[in-house]
């Protein structure tokens, strides 16, 4: 305890950390007041609590704090921004005209983050219109709000609200601490926390303390579990050639070259939920004519059916095999290694060096995916275990993912501060490594 405090208080001696850090909270207080104004127009009386959406729309409902429920100003959130980012980071390896803007240094990365605002703008007039359509029906407005004039300004400030989050999101980066994106997402996803776990309380009652207790070492056992997948890497050895300093032979230093078990993160597990509403649209809009229609949406509605996750699954290690290919380029680490004067010992500096690492990334990537795979299906196995299905959801999936590695991230960056200011780090072990940690070839 000693030692949390020390560093706790080591942390607000550092002025610049502190400003941070607080600059951070103002933000995230910001965005967390938005998701409770609701649009114009719409009668927060009339609004029900609906049941945690499934897919694409659960994933909106989670990221935005509830957002999305409360048919708040914020309510598609940053969302939008992560789609338009997922499709120009694509681009970048399949079209040319991305792929030269990405190597022309800070001007193309410009230019590419300019895109990527337009793309944002028309990602949310889209999503803005079907959520409206859907979500925001004369029943839940007053009287008189039900106009053109009204439809558009509330399609207006939803766009306005995803820009300002991206702004949110953007000056965390800047003046704050972390990824200002992932942690609006984050955010979102920790303000759940609380209603539900007080609903497992509640349904568990009295009478259920012991299988409480049972159920939080089960979640930290998880935690565990997943901190271990997510920093897991296959260390490659990398010997650096002698160099000449001072009329002097200095002796190649050997460095190691991470790769990471899980190179693809979450995106997996996002693309395989956002297909998976797919069969249950085909379902329900063929179900009126078509008996395996409707059998089909019941059983992909159902998380917790085998089928349902299977095909999860399947989706997941094939997404991971897809991401992890056009993420980690083999020939780009050759080449990075061969520029600085490195090389793998017993291994050919160029195409064999290449070849070496791509061998070692695809016998890395199935046991990565089918963890990354397991992970995302253990809610639907805590629900089964009689858990409340929004306390379930905490049990594993992109939520889990998100929120570990954010804070793995945040860590790490805190503890870069107190090491740069000659304090001792937060761990007495040894240095905190985030998700992001790159390899040491310069």
């Known amino acids: 305890m000693k030692k949390f405090i020390d560093t706790i208080s080591n942390i607000f001696k550092i002025e610049e950390l502190r400003t941070r850090i607080l600059t951070t909270l103002m933000f995230l207080a910001v965005f967390r007041l938005g998701s409770f104004v609701v649009l114009p127009g719409v009668n927060p009386d009339a609004i029900t609590a609906a049941e945690s959406n499934e897919g694409y729309l659960g994933i909106l409902n989670t990221f935005s704090g509830g957002a999305f429920n409360n048919v708040s100003v914020f ?6 921004y ?7 980071q694509l681009l970048t390896f399949a079209v040319p005209y991305f792929q030269r803007l990405q190597k022309d240094g800070e001007s193309g990365r410009k230019t590419i983050n300019q895109y990527t605002r337009y793309l944002t703008i028309l990602i949310t007039i889209v999503q803005g219109y079907a959520y409206l359509s859907s979500e925001v029906t004369p029943e839940n407005l007053f009287e008189g709000m039900n106009t053109p004039f009204y439809h558009f300004l509330r399609l207006s400030i939803l766009l306005s609200g995803t820009m300002f989050c991206m ?12 990824n200002g994106i992932s942690m609006l ?5 920790i303000s759940r926390l609380p209603f539900a776990l007080s609903g497992e309380v509640v349904s568990k009652g009295v009478k259920g303390i012991l299988p409480l207790i049972l159920e939080l070492f089960a ?11 997510q920093q897991a890497t296959r260390r490659i050895a990398v010997q650096y050639a002698k160099q000449a300093a001072g009329g002097k032979q200095i002796i190649g230093q050997r460095q190691y070259l991470p790769i990471k078990l899980i190179s693809a993160g979450v995106m997996p597990i996002i693309f395989a939920q956002a297909i998976m509403i797919v069969p249950a649209l085909v379902g329900n809009t063929l179900g009126e004519s078509y008996e ?10 159902d998380f917790t059916s085998w089928q349902y996750n299977l095909t999860v699954v399947v989706l997941i290690v094939l997404f991971t095999y897809f991401y992890t290919a056009i993420t980690v380029n ?10 600085n004067g490195g090389f793998i010992p017993g291994v050919k500096p160029g195409q064999d060096t290449s070849n070496f690492i791509d061998d070692v990334i695809t016998k890395i990537t199935l046991p990565g995916a089918l963890a990354l795979s397991l992970i995302a299906i253990l809610p639907a196995f805590a629900y089964m275990a009689n858990i409340e299905r929004e306390f379930a959801a905490f049990y594993g999936g992109t939520s889990l993912l998100i929120l570990i590695g954010v804070v793995l991230d945040t860590l790490q960056q805190i ?15 040894g240095r905190i490594r985030g998700r992001m940690e790159t390899a040491p070839v310069a």
């Open 292 to 301: 395996w229609a409707i059998t089909m949406a019941r059983v992909m509605s």
């Open 82 to 88: 992560i789609s338009a980012s997922i499709v120009l």
């Open 415 to 429: 503890e870069s501060f107190l090491l740069m200011r000659k304090y001792d780090g937060m761990m007495e072990s």
């Open 219 to 229: 979640l930290f056992a998880i935690i565990m579990f997943v901190v271990l997948i």
């Open 330 to 339: 083999p020939n780009q680490i050759a080449d990075d290694l061969k520029r």
């Open 167 to 178: 702004w949110i999101g953007e000056r965390i980066t800047e003046k704050g601490i972390g």
């Open 75 to 80: 309510a598609l959130g940053i969302m939008p």
């Open 185 to 189: 997402i984050m955010v979102g996803i």
